[in-house]
């Protein structure tokens, strides 16, 4: 089972970007999946996910700026990130099958190499 996670660039703030996470091995629908980053000196952090129903969460950081969202025959999940804030700068990681909650990175199973976000100012 593998994670391929794209689509990081330097971007400026106020501007937006696309991630996408790749799934290959087996499909994670009804397992939850999940963004998470880090940044310099930080913990790693929830940023939105899909719980084992479907459902869609986000963090109190990103909500109405961030968008998850999959393509079930793509075996793909993506997260579109509008106006961008340099805070958002980070290592973002997408992550697969957790097994109590869908903000919690030590619950998560499976996780991709991480993608590089830099929103300069």
């Known amino acids: 089972v593998q994670l391929q996670a794209s689509g990081g660039d330097l971007v400026q703030a106020g501007g937006y970007l696309s991630l996408s996470c790749r799934a290959s091995?087996?499909?994670?629908?009804?397992?939850?999946q999940g963004w998470f980053r880090q940044s310099p000196g930080k913990e790693r952090e929830f940023v939105a996910a899909f719980g084992w129903g479907g459902s869609t969460f986000y963090s109190n950081s990103v909500k109405g700026r961030f968008t998850i969202s999959r393509d079930n025959t793509k075996n793909t999940m993506y997260l579109q990130m509008n106006s961008l804030k340099t805070e958002d700068t980070a290592i973002y990681f997408c992550?697969?099958?957790?097994?109590?909650?869908?903000?919690?990175?030590?619950?998560?199973?499976?996780w991709g190499q991480g993608t590089l976000v830099t929103v300069s100012s």
């Open positions: 992550a697969a099958a957790y097994s109590r909650t869908y903000d919690r990175p030590t619950d998560y199973t499976y």
């Open positions: 091995g087996r499909t994670f629908i009804n397992s939850g």
